[in-house]
């Protein structure tokens, strides 16, 4: 477990995050840019939601892929000075939970956070 601090604000523009489960199939719309800031992402469709998708859980054959992990795009609002407690660093972002909260975990963009 890794703790980080936020140093910049942010709000989640996710109503809908998609919400993935091991063998889900879905439809893979787009990929990131490899050379942006966000590399190593699929937008994909699927259980009647759309999200970004870490190309990691997904086993693609053309532009079908099937779901090798548990995912939940959810996204943190981050506030300055808060605390997260990561579990996960993947494609520029970590996963957990913020300190002292009823245990949602959720995603955060490192550029966003430092490391404690």
């Known amino acids: ?4 601090k ?3 604000e942010r ?4 109503n809908s995050p ?16 490899e050379d942006g800031d966000w590399a190593g992402w699929i937008f994909c469709k699927g259980n009647s939601l759309e999200g970004w998708v870490p190309t990691q859980i997904i086993k693609k054959e053309g ?14 609002d981050l506030t300055i000075g808060e605390i997260i407690i990561s579990d ?3 494609n520029g972002w970590i996963y957990g939970i913020k300190k002292n909260s ?3 975990k959720a995603w ?5 956070i430092q490391k404690l």
């Not at 709000?11 to 996710?14: G, I, V």
């Not at 998609?18 to 840019?33: A, F, H, M, Q």
Request: include cysteine; charge should be negative; proline fraction near 2%.
């Open 18 to 33: 998609i919400k993935l489960e091991i063998g889900d199939i879905v439809e893979c719309l787009e990929e990131s840019d």
């Open 63 to 76: 532009k079908i892929g099937k779901v090798l992990e548990n995912y939940d795009a959810t996204e943190f």
């Open 1 to 4: 477990m890794i703790e980080y």
């Open 11 to 14: 709000k989640s523009d996710m």
């Open 102 to 104: 009823d245990g949602l």
């Open 88 to 90: 996960k660093e993947l």
């Open 108 to 112: 955060a963009p490192l550029n966003h």
């Open 6 to 8: 936020v140093i910049k």
